[in-house]
């Protein structure tokens, strides 16, 4: 039985790259593995980890297909290496840092994906974003405008995706992001929750 995509998203700051790299070994147990993405430049990798090439190398990579999804967005181009094709008809599960606006796209080429938007409270992003002052102040306002479209319970609705709340401690974030998993089957064993 094939593996299926666990497709993370959410707004720059609601902390998708510490919540993936805390779920590393847990959801290894479960099964998964963990896609490492290839961003066509280093600011957005940090904190991921992630495989950072020139915009030239991405166009090469995309132009083989070896990507298995692949995604421009914000000016940088984002690829999930084919690899995942491998693990998914292994049995095995992947967890995707994946973006919203490409998410009906990963749904045609994996139809059960579970789509997971990591959602934040606006003043807790602020916070987090003033602190790691990489973005202007006017940049960090866009950010939270964005952010208002991830918990828009229309846009969930709509799409099927399930919230997951990161505004308290990552380890909350962590236990109920295993939680939705298991509910959805996602177990060491295909076919099993």
Not at 54 to 76: I, K, P
Not at 105 to 120: F, S, W
Not at 142 to 152: A, C, K, P
Request: with cysteine; aromatic share 6%; charged share 30%.
């Amino acid at each position: 039985m094939p593996g299926r995509v666990i497709y993370l998203m959410g707004p720059s700051g609601a902390g998708k790259d510490s919540l993936i790299d805390a779920a590393r070994q847990p959801i290894s147990t479960l099964g998964c593995e963990v896609a490492k993405r290839v961003i066509t430049r280093s600011a957005e990798s940090v904190g991921e980890e992630a495989l950072e090439v020139t915009v030239e190398e991405f166009e090469r990579r995309v132009a083989l297909g070896e990507f298995a999804l692949f995604w421009r967005a914000n000016g940088l181009g984002y690829g999930i290496p084919r690899q995942t094709d491998t693990w998914l008809a292994e049995g095995r599960n992947v967890l995707v840092n994946g973006s919203r606006g490409y998410l009906r796209q990963a749904r045609k080429r994996y139809p059960d994906l579970i789509p997971i938007v990591l959602a934040v409270d606006n003043e807790v992003l602020r916070r987090r974003l003033l602190r790691r002052a990489r973005e202007s102040l006017p940049e960090i306002e866009r950010r939270l405008q964005r952010n208002q479209q991830f918990v828009s319970a229309t846009w969930l609705n709509e799409e099927r995706v399930i919230r997951l709340d990161n505004s308290g401690e990552l380890e909350a974030t962590l236990v109920r992001l295993l939680d939705i998993l298991r509910e959805q089957g996602v177990s060491s064993v295909p076919g099993q929750t």
